[in-house]
Every structure is written in structure tokens, then in C-alpha cells.
């Protein structure tokens, strides 16, 4: 970081946006540690919520089951106290530089969520949306994770029409309404082909109910052949415990 920008916008910890000492190359502050974001050692072996205890390993949660989800992956992080506020100023309060601090919170938290992909994939925005935020935060994320793992990000999806905003709405009716909301970019099919073997990442800031992650690999799939799907995400918002 160049020493008029250190003066200007001083590095702030991305938690409690406090300011750090110059030059400091840390993302989070003394006093602020991941430890309340962390999910337990028991984990869905589909979207990384937590299970209870006397699960055994390789058990599915009841969201899952309920929602009826099988795209694997990660979600690093609990989406509640700083960590929310942290996501929420990323995506709604125009702080696009966070992308870089959240990546490599991600790749430190969970290396092996990289392991074996070819690419990382975007959930995309539709271009209403973007116009009035300025960014995609998932496609800020992909290109900020690309520089810690060396992954290519692979910008394949697009939205092809505007949803209704997802949060206000129960989990039938946020399939429904993401139900065809993804198509392919003209040269995904040759994106694909140039990569080397291994997985599509897909990458997005929250896992909610995972229905966005569902519909993105369901448009995905006709183009994946022997490839696997998986998903990353900064966050997961449960019924219970996430929001505690
Ligand atoms: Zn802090
Ligand atoms: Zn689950």
C-alpha cells in the first residue's frame, strides 16, 4: 500500500473498523478474534452448518434435508454479530476494498475449500442490481480468493432476469423464484474447456437457505460433464445459531 493511501484511508480492521497501526498488513485488529464465527467440529457434509454433536460424521442437516440441497461446500464463516455487520458494509455500504481481507480470512480459515478446484465461479448479479451498487460482491470476492489461491476465476454465469430480493422470502419461494434466473455467458462452454482438470467453485458471500447455490449448479451442470460443483461462501445464515 503506497504511503498516501496509508495516510488517507488508513488500513481499518474488518471486523470493528477500527483504525490499525500504518502499515499494518493485518485484516483484523487485536481485540477481534474469528473465534465467535467459528462452527463447531461437527459439520454438514453439504453446506458446513453445524449438526448436533452425537451426529455422526458425514451427516446432513435438517435444512438440508429440508431444502433438499446436494451442492457441497464451505461457508467459512457464522453469518451474525461483526461478521454481519462486516458482510453487510462489503455489499451495502460500498466497501469493495474488503473483498481482499475477507479472502484471506477464508483461505487461512479453510485451505482445503480450494483444494482440487479448476476454477472459481461468481454467483452473478442482474445488471439492475449492479447499476445502483457499483459491484458484484461475489465476483469482487472470486478475483480477491483468485489472487490468494491462484485459482482462475471463470465469470460464466449471468443473471438473466431480476429476482425479488431472496431475504424476505420462505425457502419454497425462493426456488421458485430463482427457478431459470442464471444463464451461461456466449463463451462459457470454451472457458470451460481451457481449464485444467478439477472442480467449479462457486462463489458467493452468503449461503442462506442454499437455494441460489442449487439453481447457479443446476444451470451450471450441462456444461460441468465429469467436473463436480461446489460452493465457497464468506458466510451461512442457519435458523438457528447463525443469527444467535
Ligand atoms: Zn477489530
Ligand atoms: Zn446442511
Redesign the pocket.
Known sequence: MSVLKNILFPPRCLICAQILPPFSDAVLCAECSLEPYRFGPNR?R????P?PEDKAEGQ??A??LMHG?TVPGRAMFRYTGGMREAIHRFKYEDQASYAQGFARLAVEEDPTAFQHAACLVPIPIHKSRLRTRGYNQALLLAQALSRETGIPVADILCRDRATAAQNQLSSHARRENLHGAFGMVKNADSTLQELPAGDLLLVDDIYTSGSTIEEAARTLRPLAGERKIRFCTLALKTAAGGEA
Not at 46 to 49: E, L, M, P, Q
Request: glycine share 10%.
Open positions: 454438514c453439504i453446506c458446513s452448518g449438526v446432513v442437516c435444512a438440508c440441497s
